[in-house]
């Protein structure tokens, strides 16, 4: 069983039709809104820049914001670099680990589109 899969084949979906239309080349932001207008387009509900706080020993010491929360269940990191890098895949996973969320995606809108699927489970995270 793949957990939230049906959440992730439409991310996936949203992500092909765009990289289809528009290609390599844009900033990230253009790929951001044209998932944004593709999943309202499909009634799929989401959140953009969605602030999420890291905290140490219970005290908060950092703000940052995720690209996109998809149906409150995924989140969703978009780069439209030439290629993607482990820090990449880092702030996937610690976003991941300061949230309640369990699946995150990596949008790749590189010179081929690729994407990466991350899970990371409530229980393995220290609260």
Do not use: W
């Not at 900033?27 to 207008?37: D, G, P, Q, R, S």
């Not at 799929?44 to 219970?58: D, H, I, K, Q």
């Not at 010491?61 to 820090?87: F, H, N, Q, W």
């Amino acid at each position: 069983m793949i957990l939230d899969r049906e959440t992730t084949e439409q991310i996936l979906g949203a992500f092909f039709d765009v990289y289809r239309e528009l290609g390599f080349g844009f900033l990230e932001t253009a790929y951001v809104n044209a998932l944004a207008v593709e999943f309202d387009r499909r009634g799929v509900a989401f959140r953009r820049e969605v602030p999420t706080e890291v905290s140490y020993l219970g005290v908060p010491i950092g703000r940052y914001r995720v690209d996109m929360i998809v149906a409150d269940r995924v989140l969703v990191e978009v780069k439209s670099t030439k290629a993607i890098s482990d820090a990449d895949s880092r702030q996937v996973l610690n976003y991941l680990r300061a949230t309640s969320l369990e699946v995150g995606l990596l949008l790749h809108f590189g010179p081929t589109p690729k994407f990466h699927r991350y899970l990371y489970t409530n229980d393995r995270k220290v609260r």
